[in-house]
């Protein structure tokens, strides 16, 4: 008698696992949403090894859409006309609205970070342009 | 006296977590492992853009995935090359095994465009002329 109720309301030998299981059950959750990531980006094109500029007037007269990004950045150019970053998804949109070649040349400074060329490359897309090729400014 | 057999050895209202526990356990280390074996090459500070396509061939171990730090190092996947001609030649070689004929290019934000270039007509001189830049979203 004595020993089934020290049995009934006695001390339970069980650990709680709750909290331990909270826990488990987040750091689950958070490796399950870390996982699927997916790269993303943009294909481009590298045309041949250019041994030197392709001069502008080449370029005007194969009616290419030039982007142009210099100054470290500051400065972006279409065909020769500096549109600035807040103009550039408006005027290649305008441009290739009406254009059958969904075609264009990528070009920076040297110095210019990758981010830039990266932004310019990103805008063209928007614009529904499908073949980007890259280009460089190569001084003499 | 019944009653109190019962109460002694009765029935647990409690539902029994241990094999859950045991369960989440063994998914939470598998997801702990797979992790960082899936981050795709070297960590970069990637540029940003919005109009992206998803490109999950560059997640596969047999594609061609070259990567440069803000320090210009190359890389194949996470194994440096400090010779170009090393990398180009490492290139032409994965290139003979790899059925995707396009390489991916994951490049630090802050890198010179001379710099980006150069290593992508490395690429090209690898005979791989698609180039898939691998882009964060924005």
Redesign the interface.
């Known amino acids: 008698m004595g020993m089934s109720t020290g049995g009934g309301g006695g001390p339970k030998s069980d650990i709680n696992v709750t909290p331990y299981i909270d826990i488990l059950l987040v750091l689950l959750i958070i490796f399950m949403v870390i996982t699927p990531f997916t790269p993303k980006g943009i294909f481009v094109q590298v045309p041949e090894k250019l041994e030197q500029d392709v001069p502008q007037e080449i370029l005007d007269k194969l009616k290419g859409i030039v982007v142009d990004v210099k100054e470290g950045g500051t400065i972006v150019e279409v065909n020769r006309d500096n549109v600035g970053w807040g103009g550039l998804q408006a005027k290649l949109q305008e441009i290739y609205a009406g254009r059958a070649d969904k075609s264009i040349f990528v070009k920076g400074d040297k110095d210019v970070f990758y981010l830039y060329i990266v932004q310019a490359i990103d805008a063209a897309k928007g614009a529904g342009v499908e073949q980007i090729s890259l280009m460089t400014e190569l001084e003499d | 006296m019944a009653k ?2 019962k ?2 050895s009765g029935v647990n209202s409690d539902i029994n ?2 094999p ?2 045991d369960i ?2 063994v ?2 280390i598998i ?2 492992i ?2 960082p074996l ?1 981050q ?1 090459g070297i960590t970069v500070n990637l ?10 061939e ?2 596969d171990r047999e594609a061609i995935l070259v990567g440069m730090d803000v320090e210009r190092t190359l890389f194949i996947w996470d194994e440096a090359f400090g010779d170009r001609d090393e990398l180009k030649k490492q290139v032409e070689y994965l290139r003979d095994f790899n059925a995707q004929g ?1 390489a ?1 290019f994951k ?8 710099s ?2 150069a290593a ?2 490395l ?3 690898a005979g791989l ?9 924005k």
């Open positions: 109190k057999k109460a002694v977590v241990t859950m526990a989440m356990l998914l939470l997801f702990m797979t992790t899936l795709s540029p940003r853009g919005a109009n992206l396509v998803d490109m999950p560059a997640e396009q991916y490049c630090d934000a802050k890198v010179s465009y001379e980006v270039v992508l007509e690429i090209k001189e002329d698609q180039i898939g830049l691998v882009i964060d979203e």
